[in-house]
């Protein structure tokens, strides 16, 4: 099974209602889990649901919301840097699509004793989530109702799914609820984990799409730029009234050129005229002198080679070029002998 992108959001998670109803009788609400900011890229704006969407929402009913419990099994759709600092966090790992073990059972019930206990003088609810709202979280509030109210099994989950305005779906979770027996209370007293308060006071700005390439404003690289008008790496606005062939209808993105940083040119010293003779040896060429420089002619003037000894070439005047072909001149025809 491929793993889930950091970001992605849960499977059929927009089909589901956001928020459900109080259950009555009870300081009880589910709902869905909320994505922080992150996730907004993915949604659109009607389907958008975090930590402060959820507080707003319960503040229109005239709710306030006191206690998170998380039940999802993974710590990616927020943190608790993003919730309200006027909310409680406790996360409670729960696996998914199997019924909660007696060591899950007893911390959500021990967190919800310990919450009634302390907001005994107010009306603060308990929001309980996993994915959805609805499997698991039906589950553990059927189960304390059950089990610590004393409720009917079958209208602990009809008032749930009344509640939430979705069915609990897992078929093991019902058949628990229904046939299984009941689970032990005892332990519920002891000290629970201490939830974690919200730290956020309004909601972070979300950090830009992931791998989403958006051409970058460069207004700010140019301090004669008062973002009014054509910009001036962007050339001179287009003009309809251009003859054809002077329009420019490709405008590109054109930033100054850059002074790249190039050394000063080293004048070449001053040679002297050196003398060069046919027999010269190379061995005695010294680091630091320079060789002689390369004859120079023009066309109008006849040629000069300065390197030449005084009194023109040593050779002796004469024809010293041998033939390179010789052609022996005899009969066309020979006999043999």
């Given at each position: 099974m491929?793993?889930?992108?950091k970001?992605?959001v ?65 710590t ?73 109210d ?33 689970r ?10 201490e ?22 404003e ?5 301090p ?9 790496w962007?050339?001179e ?27 000063p ?56 070029r ?16």
């Amino acid at each position: 099974m491929p793993a889930k992108k950091k970001n992605a959001v849960p499977d059929r998670w927009t089909d589901y209602t956001a928020v459900g109803k109080r259950i009555p009788g009870t300081r009880f609400i589910a709902f869905k889990v909320p994505l922080k900011q992150s996730f907004r890229y993915h949604l659109k704006q009607s389907e958008v649901f975090g930590p402060f969407d959820l507080v707003h929402m319960l503040e229109k009913e005239g709710q306030e919301l006191g206690l998170i419990i998380d039940l999802t099994f993974t710590t990616r759709y927020y943190r608790v840097e993003d919730l309200p600092n006027t909310l409680y966090h406790l996360k409670i790992f729960t696996a998914g699509h199997e019924v909660p073990n007696d060591a899950t059972i007893l911390s959500f019930k021990k967190a919800v004793r310990h919450f009634l206990r302390d907001n005994e003088n107010n009306d603060k609810l308990i929001g309980v989530h996993c994915t959805h709202g609805l499997n698991r979280t039906g589950y553990l509030i059927c189960r304390y109702l059950i089990d610590v109210d004393g409720m009917n099994p079958q209208k602990a989950i009809d008032l749930f799914n009344e509640s939430r305005g979705h069915s609990i779906e897992r078929q093991n979770y019902l058949e628990d609820l229904r046939m299984g027996h009941k689970r032990s209370n005892e332990g519920m007293e002891e000290p629970v984990q201490e939830p974690a308060q919200g730290l956020a006071t309004e909601p972070q700005d979300a950090p830009p799409p992931p791998h989403h390439h958006h051409r970058r404003e460069q207004h700010n690289h140019d301090p004669s730029f008062n973002g009014q008008g054509h910009h001036p790496w962007h050339g001179e606005p287009h003009n309809p009234f251009l003859p054809f062939n002077q329009k420019n209808n490709m405008t590109w993105f054109r930033p100054p050129e850059q002074q790249f940083f190039r050394p000063p040119l080293i004048p070449h010293p001053p040679q002297g005229v050196r003398p060069c003779f046919p027999n010269q040896s190379v061995t005695g060429f010294h680091l630091g002198h320079y060789p002689p420089p390369i004859p120079f002619d023009r066309f109008d003037q006849p040629f000069q080679n300065p390197g030449a000894p005084p009194g023109g070439s040593t050779r002796p005047p004469g024809h010293h070029r041998k033939p390179r072909y010789r052609h022996r001149k005899g009969p066309k025809d020979r006999t043999p002998q």
